[in-house]
């Protein structure tokens, strides 16, 4: 049981590049997460989604998006990459959308824009 | 809005002595929950532990135990007897607001850092 899943763990982008982040989770859950983590600010919530073909904007969309087409992955996407961007990002699942509910986290994925 | 607060951004203490890592948060909602995770060099989180709102019992669980008090909000650990292993980056979260169409929003904490040193 792999649990929550991220590929790449790292990357490096030039300015303008785009990429796709992976996320896959095998616990059948139902609601996953894009969290960016930054130096002094704990992790902010990119997107969420609450079900396969849906997704919805966090706490800092601009500049990401990402798609749900299957249950098990959730990809962040980054069109136009910016030195912004460069962050630890992490996924997390959780099998409810409750309050109740834990969420679980992939390994993170450490990227670099120059 | 929900706020969680981790005053220390770094402690260092020497194998074998307890450390208490501190976390306060706000929050308007009445049924809420608090969680801790531990990040180490390695870089992923992992959940350690889960307490609602409603339950002020401390919970101990080997070296690590939690003590949560209501009337001061706050939710703090301690490590008995920590070890080389306990170096890590410890995250408090506050879970509570649900987001538009579903969802659960958590609140981190901005961290902090425990370096166990021999």
């Known amino acids: 049981n792999a649990g929550v899943t991220q590929t790449p763990k790292f990357r490096v982008l030039k300015t303008g590049q785009s990429m796709t982040l992976l996320c896959a989770q095998d616990?059948?859950?139902?609601?996953m997460y894009w969290y960016r983590q930054d130096p002094g600010m704990g992790l902010r919530l990119i997107h969420y989604?609450?079900?396969?073909?849906?997704?919805a904007k966090g706490e800092v969309p601009d500049g990401y998006n990402v798609s749900r087409l299957k249950k098990q992955n959730f990809l962040l996407g980054l069109e136009s990459a910016a030195p912004s961007q460069t962050s630890v990002y992490f996924c997390?699942?959780?099998?409810?959308?409750?309050?109740?509910?834990?969420?679980?986290f992939g390994p993170g994925t450490r990227l670099t824009v120059l | 809005a929900q706020k969680v607060t981790q005053a220390q951004t770094e402690i260092s203490v020497v194998e074998k002595e307890d450390v208490t890592l501190d976390c306060v948060y706000e929050?308007?909602?009445?049924?809420?929950?608090l969680f801790w995770y531990k990040q180490p060099p390695s870089g992923e989180l992992v959940f350690l532990i889960r307490?609602?709102?409603?339950?002020?019992q401390n919970e101990i669980s080997g070296r690590y135990s939690w003590n949560f008090q209501k009337s001061t909000s706050s939710f703090n650990f301690t490590i008995t007897a920590s070890q080389v292993v306990d170096s890590a980056v410890y995250f408090c979260a506050l879970s509570g607001s649900i987001l538009t169409g579903g969802g659960n929003k958590l609140t981190f904490g901005t961290g902090t850092q425990l370096k166990v040193e021999l």
């Open positions: 997390a699942s959780s099998f409810s959308g409750t309050n109740t509910d834990t969420q679980y």
């Open positions: 989604s609450v079900g396969e073909g849906t997704t």
């Open positions: 929050t308007r909602d009445t049924t809420y929950y």
């Open positions: 616990m059948n859950h139902e609601y």
């Open positions: 307490r609602n709102s409603f339950d002020e």
